[in-house]
């Protein structure tokens, strides 16, 4: 009852600072970084199961393989920037568009996508886990994750989320399947043949800080700016044949804010 009173407590503190804010501050967007057919890689050299996976700002220095969608609003005189030593972070939206490559015979993928931040009051001051190493909780309650030694694109799709030290805004599976050709060596090409499944899917997360953040002229980054929003796409074959590679990434997104 303390911590469901305290949470509601905070809920009601923010809007009351948003809706202040909006009468005296200017509303500004800070574009995401672009990305067009990102490819994924293995989680592991030599395994089937492939993996791609993207976090807002830059990542901290212990994840391993991350690729930044930045979106960190910087000090300065610009429509993308902030005045003075503050701004008030909203929200960000994120559009995320998987595709399949053609190929001969294809076989259908499964993909599990996750969207997750680390949890603050789990983490030690400057040190947050590793995702690549400790997004999921096996069976016998120990953190692993895709890197993991001996995990595989089964324990991927089926392990819990280690909700010790994540919170986790989205969870969920889908099938696609990539277009099948009927190209050959000296045969005039035939059209693509659609599978079973769709062959691309469009995903679109909302994610949201309201949060303050200030400029510090002694360290590089933002006072406040916290453990920012992730997402890891996880892909594993149906049948375990072959390798789950022929897929791509594109995304677009905007982080909306307040500027003083």
């Not at 407590?9 to 970084?33: C, G, P």
């Not at 391993?64 to 979106?71: E, K, R």
Request: aromatic residues 10%; hydrophobic residues 35%; positive net charge.
């Amino acid at each position: 009852m303390r911590y469901r009173y305290n949470f509601r407590r905070k809920i009601n503190q923010t809007r009351a600072v948003t809706n202040y804010l909006k009468n005296v501050s200017e509303t500004k967007v800070k574009a995401l970084t672009d990305f067009n057919e990102a490819t994924p890689g293995p989680i592991q050299v030599g395994s089937v199961a492939y993996v791609k996976n993207f976090t807002m700002g830059g990542p901290p220095s212990q994840w391993t393989n991350f690729s930044a969608l930045q979106g960190v609003p910087a000090p300065g005189p610009g429509s993308d920037e902030f005045n003075g030593k503050s701004f008030y972070w909203k929200h960000s939206t994120l559009m995320m568009r998987i595709t399949t490559n053609a190929v001969v015979d294809p076989i259908p993928l499964r993909f599990r996508v996750v969207v997750y931040q680390p949890r603050r009051v789990a983490s030690q001051a400057g040190f947050t886990t590793n995702p690549s190493t400790g997004l999921f909780q096996d069976t016998d309650g120990n953190v692993v994750g895709a890197s993991t030694s001996g995990i595989g694109g089964t324990d991927l799709l089926l392990l819990n989320i280690n909700k010790r030290n994540f919170d986790v805004k989205h969870d969920f599976k889908f099938t696609l399947q990539p277009p099948g050709t009927q190209s050959a060596a000296g045969v005039d090409p035939k059209p693509q043949i659609q599978g079973v499944y769709p062959c691309d899917r469009i995903m679109k997360f909302y994610l949201p800080m309201n949060r303050k953040l200030f400029k510090d002229d002694n360290r590089p980054d933002l006072i406040g700016v916290g453990h920012h929003w992730s997402v890891s796409i996880f892909a594993d074959t149906v049948t375990r044949d072959g390798v789950a590679s022929n897929w791509e990434v594109s995304a677009r997104g905007s982080t909306t804010f307040l500027d003083n």
